[in-house]
């Protein structure tokens, strides 16, 4: 059976990287006594698949790993021995069945919506850079350096109350990072950005019949 778990990650948990993720997740299955699937061979590991990477430093509430099960309990239960586990700043917010013929997380995600706590441009000056025609930015690279169009890569961007909401492309075919889009931002309006600035990933979506889907809503409940 294959299962989707997605968690948040808050507070000082947000220093810790993807790799460190994946091996303190692997010791939660265990100590939760999930019955995890093992890989055949010599060395057997658990079968997680994480959806894309969440870069250091930024908080979420809509990261995203799958992983197949011999057997399982209820989501209730199973989301209960799973948060015992957990230390501060990580919690498991729903546990569920996934279709047997659904692809793994990371072969799917498409996109992610994410919040930037930042109060420093008017809701003018975000719509008028959101609506160019392009954005063109330079990309280096280790071996060359080129002008890429990241306007086709932000699908919704809008000022709000406290910060600024984008909708951008995330995934394997197309990954645009929200940080680049603040400072091109902040270029275009001339504005200094501060030493540090709180990025949130709310949620990672894929693409069924050409709409935006949460990976959360492509399993269902166990009960």
């Known amino acids: 059976m294959k299962i989707r778990i997605r968690f948040a990650k808050q507070g000082m948990m947000k ?32 079968k997680m698949s994480f959806a894309a990477p969440l870069g250091v430093g930024i908080i979420s509430r809509g990261e ?7 057997s399982t309990k209820s989501s209730r239960i199973m989301m209960e ?14 546990y569920k069945s996934l279709p047997k013929e659904a692809k793994n997380a990371m072969s799917i995600v498409a996109g992610a ?9 008017s809701k ?5 850079f959101y609506h160019q025609q392009s954005i063109p930015v330079l990309k280096k690279t280790k071996r060359s350096e080129k002008i890429v169009d990241i306007k086709p890569m932000i699908y919704e961007m809008e000022r709000r109350d406290n910060g600024i909401f984008m909708k951008v492309a995330q995934g394997s075919v197309a990954n645009l990072k929200p940080e680049l889009v603040i400072q091109e931002l902040a270029q275009f309006a001339n504005v200094t950005l501060p030493e540090f600035v709180q990025y949130e990933r709310l949620d990672m979506y894929c693409l069924k019949e050409d709409r935006w ?5 492509v399993g269902g409940w166990i009960e």
Do not use: C
């Open 213 to 217: 889907t949460s990976l959360d809503d």
């Open 124 to 128: 003018d000056v975000t719509d008028k």
């Open 81 to 94: 021995a799973l948060n015992r586990q957990n230390v501060e700043g990580v919690e498991v917010l729903s």
């Open 64 to 70: 995203y790993f799958d992983i197949e099960v011999n």
């Open 113 to 121: 919506d994410y919040f930037v706590y930042l109060d420093r441009f």
């Open 15 to 46: 220093f810790v990287g993807h790799l460190d993720m994946v091996r303190y997740f692997q010791k939660v299955m265990r100590r939760a006594n999930v019955d995890i699937v093992y890989s055949e061979g010599f060395s057997p590991h658990p």
